[in-house]
């Protein structure tokens, strides 16, 4: 027995037409949409504090409105978090939308994840919750099931354990759900989307410019094969699911609360065109307790990126530095941080090429610090700073920031509910037996790459990485294409060589996981992403591109690897 399940959304604000290329693109059991990120619940928090009514995703009705009729048609049950903050209120949403439509559906939630209350001033606290209660609303018959924050893989394991019958001690069967979801949580990541070899695949003359959205075709034995439907834009292979299997992972336990994945049995092979089989996978009991993620407001920012051009970059930098901290010394903001960022070229063809661009970034729990006076300070030095002097736009008046921070709760803190279609409320009781998270043993090192000749440059042309965020810290998954390659990067990107390739990260704990298994490395940098991406405490607040900035740091490369 097969289980098809499909994705149709990787975050809030992906693809709108998605959930109808998945529904007419081939054949479909179930299609999942994960749209929350830490982002995403500051965001529907600051929506539910202008309407009580508010706290979801409103693109997925939106989605719903042209899709509920072919989903119903085609018998595919849908299930998403896009329920955010209020899942109850998507659930009559959705009910009022089917009866408007004239389509029969029946539509369950999943509640119990918000424990704001018990938080005194976050706007959001919730636990991420797993996949039993999408099961029970499924197994009750349910068409349509919301949830608010669950794990990202809870959206597959959910359907699984309903279909297959998989108890709660089935831990290897769910594990090999959770990796299953876990590659299909961010939809075209999967499928070539910000994959390192994107060149390599439009040079085979794959198209990339609208990949498809993934599938798994998950068994009772949970293994399952990561594919797309036929027809469908960008590639399925090894590398795009490693690629994805590392992103924003940690070391080699995985995790969640129904079970915690061992990633080092993880097996990967390409099983035809387009096919990726996933086996292997081991699991363990879960945790004890539940993450839960807190947003809340940490006070006002505002920015201001100046523009030098031409000659005598560092010493414009420094004029106008000393400027705007003299006229803003009466009353300095809480933070203040400046970052040049040398864009310029000499002997330049163009004057964008020429300029770099100085950025000020201030911080402060009240507005009037980081606002007018601000925004005063620089545009009264438009004729009395640098020649050339001007700014990319003028600074506003500030605006609010919030702050992700995580905690965990004991797993019976937490009441875990499905609400049935029928109305019947249902608690899913916590995991019976868990285990405290303890990382592994270090597996051994590879033989080492004999010695040899060596070239001078980018550790990409031999490895792929994706990076990502988890709160203040950043993941960075690198791998190797061959098992030579990896012989060499598991000797040669130390944590050491890491730091020294990326300098930003030198007086940061980082940590180093090997998976030789997928011949792959997993970072831990802690702390880079100051208190988490809504605080945008750097230029890349997600760290989305760390990766690839370590990709292009050079090394000294055996030339047989090149």
């Keep these: 027995m097969t289980l098809r399940i499909g ?131 499924l197994r009750a018959g349910a068409d349509i099931v919301v949830t608010g924050r669950v794990t990202d893989a809870a959206l597959v394991t959910g359907p699984a354990a309903a279909r297959f019958g998989w108890r709660p001690d089935a831990y290897d069967r769910l594990a090999g759900a959770v990796v299953a979801g876990h590659v299909l949580e961010c939809g075209t990541q999967a499928t070539g989307g910000n994959y390192a070899f994107f060149a ?151 004057e964008e090429t020429a300029g770099a661009l100085l950025r000020l970034v201030v911080r402060d729990p009240g507005q009037d610090a980081v606002g007018r006076a601000l925004s005063g300070a620089a545009v009264e030095l438009a004729l009395a700073s640098y020649p050339g002097f001007h700014v990319l736009a003028p600074p506003g008046k500030g605006a609010p920031y919030g702050v992700f921070e995580d905690e965990y709760v004991p797993q019976e803190e937490v009441p875990h509910v499905a609400v049935l279609h029928d109305g019947r409320r249902i608690p899913v009781p916590p995991a019976q037996d868990t285990l405290v998270l303890q990382d592994l043993p270090e597996p051994p090192l590879p033989e080492p790459y004999p010695a040899g000749p060596t070239r001078r440059a980018p550790l990409g042309l031999v490895a792929g990485a994706r990076s990502g965020d988890k709160g203040g810290s950043a993941n960075v998954g690198v791998w190797a294409r061959s098992e030579q390659a990896w012989r060499w990067l598991a000797h040669t990107l130390t944590v050491d060589t890491f730091r020294r390739l990326l300098p930003e990260t030198a007086e940061l704990p980082v940590t180093r996981h090997l998976l030789p298994g997928i011949r792959a490395l997993n970072f831990t940098v802690e702390g880079i992403l100051g208190q988490g991406v809504a605080a945008q405490h750097r230029f890349d607040p997600q760290a989305k591109a760390l990766g690839e900035w370590l990709r292009s740091r050079h090394l000294d490369i055996p030339e047989a690897l090149l």
Aim: charged share 25%.
């Design 200 to 350: 390599e695949a439009g040079d085979a003359g794959l198209d990339l410019r609208r990949p498809g959205f993934p599938l798994a075709e998950v068994h009772e034995d949970g293994s399952c094969v990561i594919t797309k439907h036929p027809g469908t834009g960008g590639l399925v292979d090894v590398g795009t699911v490693t690629a994805q299997l590392l992103y924003e992972t940690g070391g080699a336990r995985y995790p969640g609360p129904d079970v915690t994945a061992r990633l080092d049995t993880v097996r990967l092979s390409q099983d035809g065109p387009d096919r990726v089989r996933i086996e292997g996978v081991r699991g363990e009991a879960p945790p004890p307790t539940l993450k839960v993620g807190r947003n809340r407001l940490g006070g006002f920012r505002n920015e201001v990126v100046f523009v030098l051009t031409g000659l005598d970059i560092e010493a414009k930098a420094a004029l106008v530095r000393e400027q705007m901290t003299e006229a803003l010394a009466k009353s300095p903001p809480a933070e203040v941080r400046w970052e040049l960022a040398r864009t310029d070229r000499p002997d330049a063809d163009t």
């Design 7 to 137: 994705n149709a959304s990787g975050f809030y604000g992906d693809r709108f037409d998605a959930m109808r290329e998945m529904l007419t693109g081939g054949e479909l059991d179930v299609l999942t949409g994960d749209y929350l990120a830490e982002l995403t619940m500051l965001i529907l928090g600051r929506d539910r504090l202008k309407d009580p009514g508010a706290g979801y995703a409103r693109t997925f009705l939106r989605q719903l409105e042209d899709c509920l009729g072919l989903a119903h048609e085609r018998s595919v049950k849908i299930v998403t978090n896009a329920g955010g903050l209020n899942p109850a209120g998507l659930a009559d949403a959705v009910r009022g939308l089917a009866d408007r439509l004239g389509i029969p559906v029946r539509v369950a939630h999943v509640e119990g994840d918000d424990l704001t209350a018990a938080h005194p001033g976050s706007l959001a606290a919730h636990a991420y919750l797993g996949g039993f209660g999408i099961a029970e609303c």
